[in-house]
């Protein structure tokens, strides 16, 4: 069993920034996808970014240029840094790992104010 803690969520006004990170323990096995999905109110849960345990990485056409994923694997950590964030940037954000099961975490909400 994989569990998932994120951090760094929060309040932060238009053009703001924040980094979201995520640590991974348990039975994790290689190779692996973590990555971030978002979640706003109404809708459903859409891929924000994810990077692969080669370095590999793919990002939502709307945080493109905006949001960078980076991962640490030796210590399966995951960090998202959101750059000039606008207000549909806004929702609940949740680390997902995908080995030979997917994994999720309990998500934090990134909330900007317009």
């Known amino acids: 069993q994989v569990h998932l803690v994120e951090s760094g969520g929060g309040l932060v006004q238009t053009g703001g920034s924040l980094r979201l990170s995520c640590a991974a323990s348990g039975n994790i096995f290689s190779p692996n996808v973590m990555g971030w999905y978002r979640q706003a109110p109404g809708k459903q849960r859409e891929l924000v970014a994810v990077i692969t345990d080669g370095g590999s990485t793919n990002y939502a056409d709307s945080v493109k240029g905006r949001f960078t994923i980076s991962r640490d694997s030796a210590k399966n950590t995951v960090h998202l840094q959101m750059n000039s964030l606008k207000p549909e940037d806004t929702g609940v954000y949740y680390c997902?790992?995908?080995?030979?099961?997917?994994?999720w975490g309990q998500g934090t909400q990134v909330t900007v104010s317009s």
């Open positions: 997902n790992l995908r080995g030979l099961r997917s994994s």
